[in-house]
């Protein structure tokens, strides 16, 4: 997660069309009226679930009459350290904008507290401008990178009535994770109302084709899920993953570290067969042999180490039979059963020949 030099303030609404923010505030209306409570005069457009996130709470702690500057002030460092200045500054925008001069009466603020769930349970206030199962894998991939931000931020902070708010109303303040059918984020008060908008980018490559495509997330050199003050989500071919994979930034150890399988098919990918053999150094079994399906190219046959997959494999390096634009041909690497002994056999197990097949194959392309 990062933010751009200058992110713009949380209650600039130009970050949200009109036509949207008149759709959600109606649907937000709409649930405040099934319960019969007022909707609020104050509505704050927050750039990203992150921000929400910290600001809600923080502003809801306000109007419980909790007003202790030096905890406050902890908690926004505590923001600024985890999130970024850039960031804590919008966080900050958006508090003042929620919490300047709401009812600061204890009993007033807890009531307001306890209605959040209950206004936020009532109705889905969302778009429906997206595939239910793209808004599902948003929803869940931002609620857990944001319930990691805010933990590692407030769980420094030595203060139970600001660290419990912020974690016990970030739970409740999501419905989109509780229902594949609900989309995006709001945080809902008897004095104010916090709005997220949709993401502002979203990126998705294709699998299959005709009546049996679908698309996944997916960006190989960003955020594949984006808003306008820089939170994004990482996804490779659909998987969610960290921003080190995306960037590339991971060692090899530290890939064969990671506990998640998913997560590290996706590091290695991005990182290149043929690059992470060499850099994690990954035993070569027997020599490398020419390819009889590729004239003038090797193929090789290495050990994957226990626990990079689910199953023992090897994988096998192989060269592209076609030339790249830029006149190189790329080495990629085929993931083979772990009995295979030799890179023929290997080679010919991936086109479901057996070895003496292969070695009379054609070029391949």
């Known amino acids: 997660m990062s933010a751009p030099p200058s992110a713009r303030p949380a209650t600039d609404e130009q970050d949200v069309p009109a036509e949207g923010r008149q759709a959600f505030e109606l649907a937000a209306r709409a649930c405040y009226r099934q319960i019969g409570v007022p909707f609020p005069e104050r509505v704050v457009w927050v750039p990203s679930p992150l921000v929400g996130a910290f600001a809600a709470p923080i502003a809801a702690c306000l109007a419980t009459g909790h007003r202790n500057g030096r905890v406050l002030d902890s908690v926004h460092r505590a923001v600024d350290g985890t999130a970024g200045e850039t960031i804590g500054r919008v966080v900050r925008d ?158 090899a150890d530290e890939i064969i570290r990671e506990p998640n399988a998913e997560i590290r098919r996706c590091a290695i990918e991005r990182r290149g067969w043929d690059r992470f053999v060499i850099e994690a150094r990954l035993a070569q079994i027997g020599p490398a042999a020419p390819d009889p399906g590729n004239p003038g190219q090797t193929l090789t046959l290495h050990d994957v180490p226990p626990g990079v997959y689910p199953r023992s494999v090897r994988v096998l390096l192989c060269t592209n039979g076609t030339v790249e634009r830029d006149g190189t041909r790329r080495r990629f690497g085929l993931t083979v059963p772990a009995d295979c002994t030799d890179p023929i056999e290997a080679a010919a197990w991936t086109y479901g020949l057996t070895p003496a097949q292969y070695a009379q194959a054609q070029h391949r392309s």
């Open 94 to 251: 958006a508090v003042q904008a929620a919490a300047d001069g709401v009812a600061g009466d204890p009993v007033h603020g807890a009531a307001a507290t306890a209605q959040h769930a209950e206004i936020a349970a009532t109705a889905d206030p969302a778009p429906r401008g997206m595939p239910t199962g793209t808004r599902a894998t948003v929803t869940e991939a931002a609620d857990a990178v944001v319930r990691s931000a805010v933990d590692a931020a407030v769980g420094g902070v030595r203060q139970d009535t600001i660290r419990g708010a912020i974690r016990l109303l970030w739970r409740a303040c999501l419905p989109g994770h509780r229902s594949a059918s609900a989309a995006w984020w709001w945080w809902p008060f008897r004095d104010f109302v916090l709005l997220c908008p949709p993401p502002d980018e979203l990126r998705r490559d294709q699998v299959g084709e005709g009546d049996l495509a679908r698309r996944r997330l997916h960006c190989p050199d960003g955020p594949a899920v984006a808003w306008v003050d820089g939170f994004g989500l990482y996804f490779w071919h659909g998987t969610h993953v960290p921003r080190a994979v995306i960037d590339d930034t991971l060692t």
